[in-house]
């Protein structure tokens, strides 16, 4: 069963907003917190933030302060998440997943689960 | 922020060797630390967490160990699946969750 699924690639122009969806399917959407790992072409990976689909609340990393916003409807179990005033080095994959997350169910019951990836280019 | 630095940047070894992928971190995160492997155009996956549980699914010829600051991976008999890059993340202080810079194990 697949349980985290993406929307499609992007070309968006440098300034532009992208909003990226990961849709959650086999498990309970609000047990487990949706972090955001970015990779540039041939790079590591990188951890933008995460969003509490039970609550709402949301933790970002501070490169990204300012630019990202992150959020969730419950009743499509769909986490969503937003980076504005884009520039060519957003261009990336990025994906959304359920990682370990301190205090919380993971650490109890632990679940890997990814979404398949959405590459984002940035380019004029 | 935690810095993860992993080592070597690349390993070159023979199906049924052994490997062995060093992660350290730039203060403790106890054992709050996980191994991902990632193949190309895929999306990682998680092998290791706590610094030495295997995920489920993940066979016992990869094990992990260490705590504190030092940690590593080790393959006892590289499989042709196994060649991959690999990360280590740790989880203990975040903002951010950090990753290592990746392990690439290669013929």
């Known amino acids: 069963q697949v349980h985290l699924v993406q929307s499609g690639a992007e070309v968006k122009k440098p300034g532009a907003s992208m909003k990226v969806s990961c849709k959650a399917s086999?498990?309970?959407?609000?047990?487990?917190?949706i972090h955001w790992v970015r990779q540039a072409p041939g790079q590591g990976l990188e951890w933008m933030g995460w969003?509490?689909?039970?609550?709402?609340?949301?933790n970002y990393a501070q490169k990204f302060q300012g630019r990202v916003t992150m959020t969730r409807d419950t009743s499509i179990s769909t986490a969503y998440m937003e980076l504005s005033r884009l520039r060519s080095d957003d261009t990336a994959v990025y994906y959304c997943?359920?990682?370990?997350?301190?205090?919380?169910?993971?650490?109890?019951?632990?679940?890997?689960?990814w979404g398949q990836g959405t590459l984002v280019t940035v380019s004029s | 922020e935690i810095v993860m630095t992993q080592s070597p940047a690349t390993l070159s070894v023979s199906p049924g060797e052994r490997a062995t992928l060093s992660c350290r971190a730039s203060?403790?995160?106890?054992?709050?630390l996980a191994w991902y492997q990632q193949k190309p155009g895929q999306a990682p996956r998680l092998l290791i967490y706590?610094?030495?549980t295997r995920a489920t699914g993940i066979p016992a010829r990869l094990s992990g160990s260490g705590s504190g600051t030092e940690f590593t991976l080790t393959i006892s008999s590289l499989q042709s699946e196994d060649f991959a890059v690999y990360y280590c993340?740790?989880?203990?202080?975040?903002?951010?969750?950090?990753f290592g810079q990746g392990t690439k194990v290669e013929i």
């Open positions: 086999g498990y309970t959407f609000t047990g487990y917190y």
């Open positions: 993340q740790q989880y203990k202080s975040w903002p951010p969750l950090t």
């Open positions: 997943a359920t990682l370990p997350t301190p205090g919380t169910q993971w650490l109890v019951d632990p679940r890997d689960y």
């Open positions: 969003i509490n689909p039970n609550s709402g609340g949301t």
């Open positions: 203060q403790s995160v106890g054992t709050n």
């Open positions: 706590g610094a030495s």
